[in-house]
């Protein structure tokens, strides 16, 4: 069928060829009946050569190949960036065109992506050799789904047909919780003074990155009882974590109380970037040779020894930000190992004595 729904009035579009032309349009009613009649009317005077006098169109030309399509919309896309375009872009839909360049446009179905698909995943894309994971694949799929978009909006294409493509599964990355061991070696690879103190402060209190980059100077209470105020943007709440000594002894030598609104990390009077912490957390857990580790697992490693020192899962939740019932607390605490496990077996059945040999006459 060559009808097809749009908009939020459903609206019925027409769209086939005859003869190296392209005849697409509105039929201008909801009523499938009537599209019907509009579009068999359409048909009937393509055939008969009448359509420029019967409606008072131009006849649609023949596509673009796939190729001539991207050197069309290109610039578009790249004038749609702020910044520079994604290297990765450019690269993924040049590898589709090296493979469907003398397609036309409208000759692309989902068995043509589902091809591109097989082959970036197997590494065999020309000048994309490279074999990527399923997490990537997603990636590649989401940039021919935004060239395309440009081709259903010029009518040279009737349907997306990535539409029709089944994404991947990507699964997750392992990331490794650190130890307080570990953690002492990351902080002690870490040369500078700021970065050291705010990678401290987040193992010790389980801050947010965008928490720790954006804390300011009234956020940190340094009175008998030290603690940080720091405002949930998800709850409207304000969240109160009490200071430990070392906490408090970090941030009592960064605080400047004649700037209450100035961060508390900062450069040259600018907040630390958060992308900046997490570069130099990368770096320095690579000199730590530490395992496949993140700058957030740094809250699941305080999660977890709070959960080994007896606290309950409200008072784990309260400390890490999360609303009740604290449902995202239970992903920071469920890292469990295996000798985690053998011990709890042995505590639950350590007073169990099975006897070596069962007597005579007993089953």
């Not at 935004?146 to 089944?166: C, Q, S």
């Not at 870490?190 to 970065?195: G, K, N, R, V």
């Not at 709850?235 to 609104?261: C, F, H, M, Q, Y």
């Not at 320095?284 to 309950?312: M, N, S």
Request: glycine share 8%; with cysteine.
């Amino acid at each position: 069928m060559s009808l097809v729904a749009r908009g939020p009035a459903g609206i019925w579009h027409y769209d086939f060829e005859y003869d190296g032309h392209r005849y697409r349009g509105s039929t201008k009613t909801a009523d499938r009946q009537k599209a019907l009649r509009v579009e068999a009317l359409v048909k009937a005077s393509a055939y008969r050569g009448t359509f420029e006098r019967d409606f008072g169109l131009k006849r649609r030309r023949g596509q673009p190949s796939v190729a001539e399509f991207w050197r069309l919309v290109e610039p578009v896309i790249r004038s749609s960036y702020a910044a520079s375009t994604p290297h990765s872009l450019v690269s993924t839909v040049s590898g589709f065109v090296r493979m469907f360049g003398t397609l036309r446009v409208g000759e692309i179905t989902a068995d043509e992506v589902e091809q591109f698909k097989a082959a970036r995943l197997a590494g065999t894309v020309p000048g994309l050799s490279t074999r990527v994971c399923a997490r990537t694949l997603q990636r590649d799929l989401a940039y021919l789904r935004m060239v395309f978009t440009h081709a259903v909006e010029r009518g040279w294409v009737l349907r997306d047909p990535t539409r029709g493509v089944k994404l991947p599964r990507a699964q997750e990355p392992v990331y490794h919780v650190p130890t307080v061991e570990e953690c002492q070696r990351l902080l002690s690879a870490i040369s500078a003074p700021q970065l050291r103190d705010m990678i401290a402060v987040i193992s010790l209190t389980g801050l947010r990155r965008s928490e720790a980059c954006g804390m300011l100077n009234h956020y940190v209470l340094l009175g008998r009882e030290p603690a940080l105020l720091i405002p949930q943007r998800k709850t409207g709440r304000v969240k109160r974590i009490p200071l430990v000594r070392s906490a408090a002894e970090i941030l009592r030598r960064n605080v400047r109380a004649d700037e209450p609104d100035a961060p508390v990390f900062h450069r040259l009077g600018r907040a630390i970037l958060p992308d900046s912490l997490s570069h130099a957390f990368r770096a320095a857990a690579t000199d730590a040779g530490l395992p496949r580790v993140t700058l957030h697992k740094l809250r699941h490693a305080l999660g977890k020894r709070l959960e080994e020192a007896g606290a309950k899962l409200g008072e784990i939740g309260e400390i890490l930000g999360h609303a009740p019932p604290y449902t995202s607390t239970l992903i920071y605490i469920k890292h469990t190992t295996e000798k985690d496990k053998r011990l709890a077996i042995e505590r639950a059945v350590g007073g169990l004595e099975v006897p070596s040999k069962v007597p005579t006459g007993t089953s």
